[in-house]
T-cell receptor, first 110, second 116 residues
Framework: GNSVTQMEGPVTLSEEAFLTINCTYTATGYPSLFWYVQYPGEGLQLLLKATKADDKGSNKGFEATYRKETTSFHLEKGSVQVSDSAVYFCALNTGNQFYFGTGTSLTVIP | DTGVSQDPRHKITKRGQNVTFRCDPISEHNRLYWYRQTLGQGPEFLTYFQNEAQLEKSRLLSDRFSAERPKGSFSTLEIQRTEQGDSAMYLC??????????????FGNGTRLTVT
């Protein structure tokens, strides 16, 4: 079956720290991979995506590389800001359905 | 692009009552999805439409839940005889609807249901 596993949170970092949120997946075929971010009281917003092996998605200083050999799509940011505090969801798309991880809550303190 | 719109934002109802939520997708998007999200969890797939056709429905979905998209534009999700376990955030999302795996979902801000 198809599934996404994310590292459990919550994660608390100081401003300007390095961020990694781990994501691994199980999928039939060749899915596309996504990271979404959810701010309090809002819906999910697309953060970045990668559509094939070795692709790197990037946006707002966040990056993730589609690693087929390790079935992973880890999210990284070199220097987090207080405004990055949110819940982050890893997801895969098999064409008809999206499968989401359980989310990782990030809090960045000044 | 006015985004995906959901109404109402919040709904409080008593157990046993029926509720209906509305979703207006991005106008040129053919696919429309409903998800449910509970605290500390990721979105759980409920159902999706390609235009007016409901193509897939979660096997976990109770028959108290029904969704429609009569003209291939807006959609409604109805929950009959609500139970406390139905309390959750109900998210609607749309996408262009091709077989393109690259197309992301665009989410609305959700409807938060509380069943007392």
């Amino acid at each position: 079956g198809n599934s996404v596993t994310q590292m459990e949170g919550p994660v608390t970092l100081s401003e300007e720290a390095f961020l990694t949120i781990n994501c691994t997946y199980t999928a039939t075929g060749y899915p596309s991979l996504f990271w979404y971010v959810q701010y309090p009281g809002e819906g999910l917003q697309l953060l970045l995506k990668a559509t094939k092996a070795d692709d790197k998605g990037s946006n707002k200083g966040f990056e993730a590389t589609y690693r087929k050999e390790t079935t992973s799509f880890h999210l990284e940011k070199g220097s987090v800001q207080v405004s990055d505090s949110a819940v982050y969801f890893c997801a895969l798309n098999t064409g008809n359905q999206f499968y989401f991880g359980t989310g990782t809550s990030l809090t960045v303190i000044p | 692009d006015t985004g995906v719109s959901q109404d109402p934002r919040h709904k409080i109802t008593k157990r046993g009552q029926n509720v209906t939520f509305r979703c207006d997708p991005i106008s040129e998007h053919n696919r429309l999805y409903w998800y449910r999200q509970t605290l500390g969890q990721g979105p759980e797939f409920l159902t999706y439409f390609q235009n007016e056709a409901q193509l897939e429905k979660s096997r976990l979905l109770s028959d108290r839940f029904s969704a429609e998209r009569p003209k291939g534009s807006f959609s409604t999700l109805e929950i009959q005889r609500t139970e406390q376990g139905d309390s959750a955030m109900y998210l609607c999302a749309s996408s262009p609807g091709t077989e393109n795996y690259n197309s992301p979902l665009h989410f609305g801000n959700g409807t938060r249901l509380t069943v007392t």
